[in-house]
């Protein structure tokens, strides 16, 4: 982990780490506050989802791969210029 990083295993800790109520994280994302707290207790989150929040919540998603020769960066296409969707709720 780089150093000064918090750890959370949750949206919703993410959420409350950047001090934000379900209903004005919602409003960022342009979904209801029902969907949102949908999309918190789901186990299983798509990555476009949790892109889409981490951005809401003003940064950027970084995936790192711990290999047994080295670490990988993970890279993929920007969903907004590929046609992809809204974050799922479902």
């Given at each position: 982990m780089r150093a000064g990083a918090v750890e959370t295993s949750t949206l919703a800790g993410l959420r409350r780490l950047k001090g934000l109520t379900q209903v004005e994280l919602a409003e960022r994302l342009g979904m209801s506050q029902s969907d949102l707290s949908k999309l918190e207790r789901r186990r299983d989150l798509r990555l476009s989802s949790l892109r889409s929040?981490?951005?809401a919540l003003g940064g950027e998603l970084e995936l790192?791969?711990?290999l047994p020769d080295g670490?990988?960066?993970l890279v993929w296409p920007d969903p907004v210029h590929h046609g992809a969707g809204e974050?799922?709720?479902d």
């Open positions: 929040v981490v951005r790192r791969a711990s670490d990988l960066r974050p799922d709720a």
